[in-house]
């Protein structure tokens, strides 16, 4: 779809609310002028004298709808980042109300854009806002529906529960490992293919070393001790037996470890798992491991870029098993290329099968990092997605 941005330059949001209503078009930006009858936003930033306005102009199959949101000045705090949020804020809403007269759709979790939305639920609450405070906020100004509202509510009192079980001298800490075996096709994180970065990566750990003891000389006189540590990535089990001993002696040697709850190693690819990795990780007291298929369907393995089978995945979860590590995690994906709903309620019975401690469940999402981004090939609609997220 054609963008017309005019006034301050929010492009990010409002591709972000274009991937929401419209997941099959890629954002353009033409230097010509708009043309009468073309698939278009034309998306307004004005400041009044009293007042911001936002206002969209959306051409969509020949129909055109115009809609506005204001918000008055004495909104607009100096500080930055809740300004660009309040501005954000009506330049979504502007155009997602002209969509939603256009289409007559109104997806399930509204306006609302990124993949936390119950952070917007739990700053809430801890501003003292009340639970129907949240569910009028949810309902009325973002439009999402009763059933994903309950669902952001839930999860925030759930957030806010378990870090009020923190003293005030706990934190968490993550050790990131940015290596994989190879890329998959939706990742957009900072990480890269060991094949490639081979060369990189014992000098990485040379340097992480040198930080943790860093770290380690500063939690003592911070007052600080971690109560949950996190290794994720990246894959961190992509590194050998002998450099995960390394690492983890050395979180051992400087860190106090002696209130951690929760010592999770991310070994989520299945292809990395080995049994000498996973006694490793339980000599030093790691109590939690992610084994992440993403899916249980080798034709969506494929698709998505990874080099094992589902296969592997039922290998490398009873290897975790019999390692006697107590928790395990496994992600999966709703939206995977190739992937339908009767593939991923496959996916997700096999699974609960396993009886897993816990199992987390990620709707895929496109960003500009990742190869599927620009390929976007086989991809179910979203109706399918949703459907796949109720049944979940």
Known sequence: MKLYLIGPQYRYAIEQMLLVLFPDQRPEYPEAEPQPGENALISTLEFLEEQVVARAVLTWQGKTARRE???????????????DRLLQRILKLS?????????????????????????LASRA???????????????????????????????AQAGLSAK???????LSMYVGIPFCPTR????????ADVEHARRVLPTYLDCLNREIEAVGALLPQSGFVPRT???GGGTPITLNAEQLNRLLEQLQRHIDLSRCTEYTVEAGRPDTITP????????????RVSVNPQTL????????????????????????????????????????????????QYTLDGVLDLSPENITVHTLALKKGARLFFEQKGLPDGDTVAQMLDYA
């Open 69 to 83: 949101e204001s918000l008055p000045l004495s909104e607009l705090t100096e500080d930055t980042l809740v300004r």
């Open 95 to 119: 155009f997602f109300h002209a969509a939603v007269e256009i289409t007559g759709v109104s997806p399930p979790w509204g306006a609302l854009t990124g993949i936390r939305p119950a952070k």
């Open 125 to 155: 609450l801890e501003a003292g806002d009340d639970a129907s405070a949240v569910r009028e906020q949810f309902l009325h100004t973002y439009f999402v529906s009763p059933e994903r509202t309950e669902l952001a509510l839930n999860a």
């Open 164 to 170: 009020k079980s923190l003293r005030p001298d706990e």
């Open 184 to 191: 998959c096709a939706y990742c957009s994180f900072v990480s």
């Open 229 to 231: 540590l996190y290794i």
């Open 276 to 287: 000498e990795k996973l006694a490793v990780l339980r000599t030093h007291g790691v109590n």
């Open 297 to 344: 369907r080798d034709e969506v393995l494929e698709a998505m870029g990874r080099s094992h089978t589902a296969a592997d995945i039922y290998r490398a979860y009873q290897m975790a098993r019999d390692s006697g590590i107590p928790g395990i995690n496994m992600d999966l994906i709703a939206g995977l290329p190739r992937d339908d709903l009767a593939g991923f």
